[in-house]
């Protein structure tokens, strides 16, 4: 590919976004952003890049290859923020330890991350969320689960679940199965792709008795309501395990309080990816879309790696991966509205014309103006670009200021 062609594209998993596009993102994002201030929550803003040092604490190795690093003049390793939680861990542990405790935070922001490409992923996507810090009880889990409903359900999105579980009940039941913590990841990784085939072989590869992997099948794929962790409470046999469905059965009767379980499961399969999770952990997803679109749980050591003993929980929702849903859905959002008002004007009657439209706009409506050549009209009143390729202007009214008769 040449220099000059390269200039008219952009890089693999980065787009453009055209104006109905935005305007769909941007109107999200208001209707978020009024959710996360009526439930009591601040927005917070952090910079695009860090110092690596920073941004990479908590990640494990498979995230860790994934963020975009560079080298600054100094020599210093700098990379762009792969999400939004290691920032705020840092900005909440450097700058905001005074403030009144629990502290609710709230941001939209970019992220970036070297994924493969495809629908609903990208290589720089956007973010809404929150962050409550400094509150572990159930309460605070079960508001950051409840607000993910809420925004879900304000966004226009209908089909949509969010399943909830404890990252302890896995690691209770390989600690009661002896599985090698060396192999972790590899167990995290075919338990979050719902590889259950390729889970069951790898206890086999360790030597789990036919009677052990029986069982930690059956808890790790309990799903439903509060029956879920009763069924997996009368399998698991350590205490890890038994506390961490002790905890989601908390959770889960303060959702009932929300009076958000209609749009709640608990899915003791859930595990997010990322090693700072401590607790409680939820994805949302919608009917159309094999990933969540949104994600998030407890993580009460993270700050504590920034000099900040502090516990927290929090969530981010993808902004692609919500509007993909809601278009697949059908509800996605209409093109961008037609102006109030199109005041098209002889350039002798400009005053004129701004006059009306600074009067119009002070009264909330959306004016556009154009330039009428009156002695040699290339388009016709009401329509822009040059004879014959002509393009009407959307607008529910039309104002003509002329020489004659000045409106």
Known sequence: MTNSHLRLQVPAGVRDLLPGEAMRKRSLENTFEKTFRLWGYREVVTPTFEYYDALSTGRGAEEDSRMYKFIDRQGHILTLRPDMTTPIARLVSTRMRDEAFPLRLFYMANGFSFEDPQAGRQREFYQSGIELIGDSSPFADA??????????????????????????????????????????????????????????????????????????????????????????????????????????????????????TSHVEIDLGVLRGLDYYTGIVFEGYSAYLGFPILGGGRYDNLLGRFGFDCTATGFALGMERLLLSLEKEGNETGPAPDADCLIIYKPSKADAAFKKARELRELGQVVVTLRADMENPSCPPGMSGTAPDCREIPARGVIFINDDTGK
């Open 143 to 260: 508001e950051a689960i409840a607000i993910a409903v809420e925004i879900l359900k304000a966004s226009g999105l209908q089909n949509f679940k969010v399943s909830i579980g404890h990252v302890d009940i896995l690691y209770g039941m390989m600690e009661e199965l002896g599985l090698p913590e060396a192999h972790k990841g590899r167990i995290k990784a075919a338990l979050s792709n719902k590889n259950y085939v390729g889970l069951e072989e790898l206890l086999d590869e360790f030597k789990v008795s036919d009677t052990g992997k029986e069982k930690f099948m059956h808890v790790i794929t309990a799903r439903g309501g509060r029956e879920a962790t009763a069924e997996a409470g009368r399998l698991a046999e350590n205490a890890k395990t038994a506390a961490a469905l002790a905890a989601l059965e908390n959770v889960y009767d303060a959702l009932r309080a929300y009076e958000v």
